[in-house]
């Protein structure tokens, strides 16, 4: 049995049960997992439909340049469909978008145009201009325009739809989607309200974007646009996909906690996602309350989050924005407050020293002498010397010392601590606001890191 291209693989993605993350959610929580579609997204569904209807309409002639203005995720479809049909593809995206995405839409033979991500639409340097535009200069060629092209939210209507009402056998009561194009939503509520006009589709916006406050009082409301950092939904302008008389609630979820909601999903559930997944999931809970035990939720999770390792999965990327704490030296040390450094004098001997570390179950000691440290002693070090000439056990610790740990200020983050903690330095030292030092280890880098 074999398919007869990558194109046949899209759709019949799996409906996946989340346990852990939604225990305080009092009701059956499904996610349509979307990033199993062969081009990591959700988008393949429409980038095919459109093509398909653009060749049966006459617009897309063979040997001709597809033209898009794309986050990525739609580009990515339309270049699978590109390669199996034989037509070229230019890409208009915005540099608020990951890079990766781009190279990702580069190694499958994409061109791709990066624009100024905070221009209105009508700018001329917008991706919306300028693909426009292209599409006008470039012979052959045909701009798709997934924002008014209703075969968007068709391929939702007749893939995505059904796909949710067979897999739950008609028992879904709410659909949670994010909304950009509206293409997803939309098709998919129309189908799904066809089949029970009682489901419940909840529309999940960013803030910076206009379409709650449109979808509530009807205004575009330009005051309600800024750049926000989420991708791939929330708009500056209302797409000809929308219809919203299909959606019953709109809200608006923070970046911030988006981000969060997406990496805990990887953690909690396995489902390595993309940012809009958390925020799809972080707009139910904030919904959670008008749900009960009987009701069947379906959360649609978009792309998938090898898109999104230099940004939401990057620590650094997530303390930059102020999304994760920084923790410091004071975080590591704080649940043990009342605990006493331990420390060795230079006149002690080199076996009571190995038994207080033994003791206290420490791979290494400070060497205190007149309430400064002289030094160290590492077991590593003890081991070495103790191996070539066993006497030195009875030798005192001031002839077999080792060099003194760094000592740094209280507030030193866990990134700076990990680049001095090294193969010869294994702790750092620092002093807490009551005078007392404490000691940060190698191990206790990692640990926090991986709390
Ligand atoms: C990652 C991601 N999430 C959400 C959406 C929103 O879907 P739609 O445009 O169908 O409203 C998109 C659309 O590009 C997307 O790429």
Not at 252 to 277: H, N, P, W
Not at 382 to 399: G, H, M, R, W
């Given at each position: 049995?074999?398919?007869?291209?990558?194109l046949?693989t899209?759709?019949n993605?799996?409906l996946?049960?989340?346990?852990?993350?939604?225990?305080?959610?009092?009701?059956?929580v499904l996610a349509?997992v979307?990033?199993?579609?062969?081009?990591?997204?959700?988008k393949d569904r429409m980038a095919?439909?459109?093509?398909?209807?653009a060749?049966k309409?006459?617009?897309?002639?063979?040997?001709?340049t597809?033209?898009?203005?794309?986050?990525?995720?739609?580009?990515?479809?339309l270049?699978?469909a590109?390669c199996?049909k034989?037509?070229k593809c230019?890409?208009?995206t915005t540099?608020k978008?990951s890079?990766?995405?781009?190279d990702?839409l580069?190694?499958v033979?994409a061109e791709?145009?990066v624009c100024?991500?905070?221009?209105?639409p009508?700018?001329?340097?917008s991706?919306?201009?300028?693909?426009k535009?292209l599409a006008?200069e470039?012979?052959?060629?045909?701009?798709m325009?997934?924002y008014d092209?209703l075969?968007?939210r068709?391929?939702?209507?007749?893939s995505?739809?059904?796909?949710?009402w067979q897999?739950?056998?008609?028992?879904?009561?709410?659909?949670v989607?994010t909304a950009?194009?509206g293409g997803t939503?939309?098709?998919?509520a129309?189908?799904?309200k066809?089949?029970?006009?009682?489901?419940k589709?909840?529309?999940?916006?960013v803030f910076g974007?206009?379409?709650?406050?449109?979808?509530?009082?009807?205004e575009?409301?330009?005051h309600e646009v800024?750049?926000y950092?989420s991708?791939?939904?929330g708009?500056?302008f209302v797409?000809?996909?929308?219809?919203?008389?299909?959606?019953?609630?709109f809200v608006?979820?923070?970046d911030?906690?988006g981000?969060?909601?997406?990496?805990r999903?990887?953690k909690?559930?396995g489902?390595f996602c993309?940012y809009?997944?958390g925020?799809c999931?972080?707009?139910l809970?904030?919904l959670k309350?008008s749900?009960?035990k009987?009701d069947?939720v379906?959360?649609?999770?978009?792309d998938h989050g090898?898109?999104?390792?230099?940004?939401?999965?990057n620590?650094?990327?997530?303390?930059?924005r102020?999304?994760?704490?920084v923790k410091?030296?004071?975080?590591?040390?704080?649940?043990?407050a009342?605990?006493?450094l331990?420390?060795?004098a230079p006149?002690n001997?080199v076996?009571?020293?190995?038994?207080?570390m033994?003791?206290?179950d420490i791979?290494q000691?400070?060497?205190?002498?007149?309430n400064?440290?002289?030094?160290?002693?590492?077991?590593?070090?003890?081991?070495q010397?103790?191996?070539?000439n066993?006497?030195?056990?009875?030798?005192?610790?001031?002839?077999?010392?080792e060099?003194?740990f760094p000592?740094?200020?209280f507030t030193?983050?866990v990134?700076?601590l990990s680049?001095l903690i090294n193969?010869?330095?294994?702790?750092v030292?620092?002093k807490d606001?009551?005078?007392n030092?404490?000691?940060?280890?190698k191990?206790?880098?990692?640990?926090s890191?991986?709390k």
């Amino acid at each position: 049995m074999w398919l007869n291209n990558i194109l046949e693989t899209i759709g019949n993605t799996p409906l996946i049960k989340l346990n852990k993350i939604t225990k305080d959610i009092p009701a059956t929580v499904l996610a349509k997992v979307d990033y199993f579609n062969p081009g990591n997204s959700i988008k393949d569904r429409m980038a095919l439909k459109m093509v398909e209807v653009a060749e049966k309409e006459g617009r897309l002639k063979p040997g001709g340049t597809i033209i898009e203005g794309t986050s990525g995720n739609t580009g990515m479809g339309l270049a699978l469909a590109a390669c199996v049909k034989g037509y070229k593809c230019v890409f208009v995206t915005t540099d608020k978008q990951s890079k990766e995405k781009a190279d990702i839409l580069k190694a499958v033979g994409a061109e791709v145009i990066v624009c100024p991500t905070n221009v209105l639409p009508e700018d001329p340097a917008s991706y919306y201009s300028v693909a426009k535009r292209l599409a006008k200069e470039i012979p052959n060629s045909i701009y798709m325009n997934q924002y008014d092209n209703l075969a968007n939210r068709q391929a939702h209507y007749e893939s995505t739809g059904p796909e949710i009402w067979q897999q739950t056998e008609g028992k879904i009561t709410h659909l949670v989607c994010t909304a950009g194009t509206g293409g997803t939503i939309t098709g998919t509520a129309m189908y799904l309200k066809e089949k029970n006009p009682n489901i419940k589709v909840w529309a999940i916006d960013v803030f910076g974007s206009l379409l709650t406050k449109y979808y509530h009082t009807g205004e575009k409301d330009m005051h309600e646009v800024y750049p926000y950092i989420s991708e791939g939904f929330g708009e500056d302008f209302v797409p000809a996909n929308y219809d919203m008389s299909v959606i019953d609630n709109f809200v608006q979820v923070t970046d911030k906690d988006g981000a969060i909601m997406a990496r805990r999903i990887a953690k909690e559930e396995g489902l390595f996602c993309g940012y809009s997944a958390g925020s799809c999931l972080q707009g139910l809970f904030q919904l959670k309350e008008s749900l009960t035990k009987d009701d069947v939720v379906v959360c649609i999770f978009h792309d998938h989050g090898s898109r999104y390792v230099g940004k939401i999965y990057n620590d650094q990327w997530m303390m930059e924005r102020g999304f994760l704490e920084v923790k410091t030296f004071k975080d590591i040390v704080s649940g043990r407050a009342n605990q006493k450094l331990i420390t060795i004098a230079p006149d002690n001997t080199v076996i009571e020293a190995v038994a207080l570390m033994k003791q206290y179950d420490i791979d290494q000691i400070p060497v205190w002498d007149n309430n400064e440290m002289i030094g160290s002693l590492s077991e590593s070090g003890l081991f070495q010397k103790i191996f070539i000439n066993p006497e030195i056990k009875d030798a005192t610790v001031a002839s077999v010392i080792e060099h003194s740990f760094p000592i740094v200020e209280f507030t030193t983050s866990v990134e700076k601590l990990s680049s001095l903690i090294n193969k010869e330095n294994g702790a750092v030292l620092a002093k807490d606001d009551s005078g007392n030092y404490h000691i940060v280890t190698k191990y206790d880098v990692i640990q926090s890191i991986a709390k």
